[in-house]
């Protein structure tokens, strides 16, 4: 049952003249990832606001397009790098129909940033494991490139991608970057080979004989479908992972993004208020199809 204080409390604490006030943002340059998912780097038209836009890996913001709605997004760019944000949308429905039919040049709204971002401070001096599949590798890649630019201040980086077909296989350039890195393993695989295809071919589980972590000296973020996030939460509490060290997001139940439509109620907590970013400790009082 849905806790209408909870959302009362989220109305009366809001200045909704501001809250829904979208920002102009003008699209710089578009990258295809792959069919189904491209990148679209954003610049407010306010110089100011396009110099002061401050954001933390993790959070999102509610993407506008004209005629077409809104949907909450989370920012794939990392706020160490100000000047422009990067949303990656993947193809699903209406709205992000009308996205990738946009072209550099054309306007579209943004207000935010909204949600809890990523731990970033408590994940110092610890090594990292990030786990994703598809486009569950968007919001990771906001604290990868995060990290990775805070030198020294985070142990070794393992990257773990699962895609359904090598054609799928989004952000490339990321991964081959970090391929290349001292001090990180990034490792790919496919559910399903394709002609030309010489990697690693299985579900992205079946990496874990490949790679050597220390689960008490180690954080975990973890992002994909619903599925795949069910069997790595399995996987790694298998390992010793702390609840407390195992991180993922639940950005795929929001809607309004600001708390107050109650879709994505789960377990006496909003999600894109109390989240999106959400610990395994935290999880296991939610009722969540990754948990079941």
Same mark, same amino acid.
């Given at each position: 049952?849905?806790?209408?204080?909870?959302?009362?409390?989220?109305?009366?604490?809001?200045?909704?003249?501001?809250?829904?006030?979208?920002?102009?943002?003008?699209?710089?340059?578009?990258?295809?990832?792959?069919?189904?998912?491209?990148?679209?780097?954003?610049?407010?038209?306010?110089?100011?606001?396009?110099?002061?836009?401050?954001?933390?890996?993790?959070?999102?913001?509610?993407?506008?397009?004209?005629?077409?709605?809104?949907?909450?997004?989370?920012?794939?760019?990392? &706020?160490?790098?100000?000047?422009?944000?990067?949303?990656?949308?993947?193809?699903?429905?209406?709205?992000?129909?009308?996205?990738?039919?946009?072209?550099?040049?054309? @306007?579209?709204? %943004?207000?935010?940033?909204?949600?809890?971002?990523?731990?970033?401070?408590?994940?110092?001096?610890?090594?990292?494991?990030?786990?994703?599949?598809? %486009?569950?590798?968007? &919001?990771?890649?906001?604290?990868?490139?995060?990290?990775?630019?805070?030198?020294?201040?985070?142990?070794?980086?393992?990257?773990?991608?699962?895609?359904?077909?090598?054609?799928?296989?989004?952000?490339?350039?990321?991964?081959?970057?970090?391929?290349?890195?001292?001090?990180?393993?990034?490792?790919? @695989?496919?559910? @399903?080979?394709? &002609?030309?295809?010489?990697?690693?071919?299985?579900?992205?589980?079946?990496?874990?004989?490949?790679?050597?972590?220390?689960?008490?000296?180690?954080?975990?973020?973890?992002?994909?479908?619903?599925?795949?996030?069910?069997?790595?939460?399995?996987?790694?509490?298998?390992?010793?992972?702390?609840?407390?060290?195992?991180?993922?997001?639940?950005?795929?139940?929001?809607?309004?993004?600001?708390?107050?439509?109650?879709?994505?109620?789960?377990?006496?907590?909003?999600?894109? @208020?109390?989240? &999106?970013?959400?610990?395994?400790?935290?999880?296991?009082?939610?009722?969540?199809?990754?948990?079941?």
């Amino acid at each position: 049952m849905i806790n209408r204080d909870l959302i009362t409390r989220n109305i009366n604490s809001r200045n909704t003249s501001n809250t829904y006030l979208p920002h102009p943002a003008v699209i710089t340059e578009v990258i295809t990832e792959n069919s189904q998912i491209k990148t679209f780097v954003l610049e407010f038209t306010d110089k100011t606001l396009n110099t002061n836009f401050s954001y933390e890996s993790g959070q999102f913001v509610m993407l506008s397009v004209p005629h077409h709605g809104e949907a909450p997004i989370s920012i794939s760019s990392t &706020p160490t790098r100000p000047g422009n944000i990067h949303l990656s949308v993947r193809i699903a429905g209406r709205l992000t129909t009308a996205l990738h039919k946009m072209e550099p040049g054309m @306007t579209l709204g %943004i207000r935010g940033p909204y949600g809890r971002p990523f731990p970033v401070h408590i994940m110092e001096g610890r090594d990292l494991l990030f786990v994703a599949g598809g %486009i569950g590798l968007a &919001p990771l890649r906001s604290v990868i490139n995060y990290c990775l630019d805070r030198t020294g201040r985070y142990g070794t980086m393992t990257i773990l991608y699962g895609s359904r077909l090598p054609s799928d296989i989004a952000f490339r350039q990321d991964l081959d970057i970090w391929s290349t890195l001292p001090g990180i393993t990034c490792l790919t @695989t496919v559910d @399903t080979p394709e &002609p030309g295809w010489t990697g690693h071919v299985g579900v992205v589980t079946t990496l874990w004989d490949h790679i050597q972590i220390s689960p008490s000296d180690c954080t975990a973020l973890v992002c994909g479908p619903p599925m795949m996030i069910k069997f790595v939460l399995r996987d790694l509490a298998g390992m010793s992972f702390s609840p407390d060290f195992v991180i993922t997001t639940m950005e795929r139940h929001m809607k309004c993004g600001v708390g107050l439509c109650g879709h994505c109620y789960m377990g006496g907590k909003l999600v894109c @208020t109390d989240g &999106p970013v959400f610990s395994m400790a935290e999880l296991k009082d939610m009722d969540i199809e990754e948990l079941r």
